[in-house]
């Protein structure tokens, strides 16, 4: 894991991402983590997308615990198109 503060990070984001197949890079503010530059493995970007919205974990945590069965994956399309 590498980790970059903000105000010594004068390098490209291009450059930050082609560091990440050694592993995580963290960028932090006065030592406090702000951002992670993660490697993404077997997603697509719908799937990207949804797993970093909150509003996604809410609906689905919600369908766990809901009598009624679920979301199903329309409904979810729907909700965030």
Excluded: C, W
């Excluded at 390098?11 to 930050?16: G, I, M």
């Excluded at 890079?25 to 077997?42: F, R």
């Amino acid at each position: 894991m590498k980790v970059v503060e903000t105000q010594e990070a004068t390098r490209t984001l291009a450059e930050y991402a082609s560091e990440i197949k050694s592993g995580t890079v963290v960028i932090t503010d006065h030592g406090q983590p702000i951002a992670a530059l993660v490697a993404i493995e077997n997603a697509d970007l719908e799937t990207v997308s949804l797993s970093t919205n909150p509003q996604s974990f809410n609906l689905i945590e919600r369908s766990r615990v809901s009598d009624e069965g679920g979301v199903s994956s329309e409904e979810m399309r729907r909700r965030f198109e």
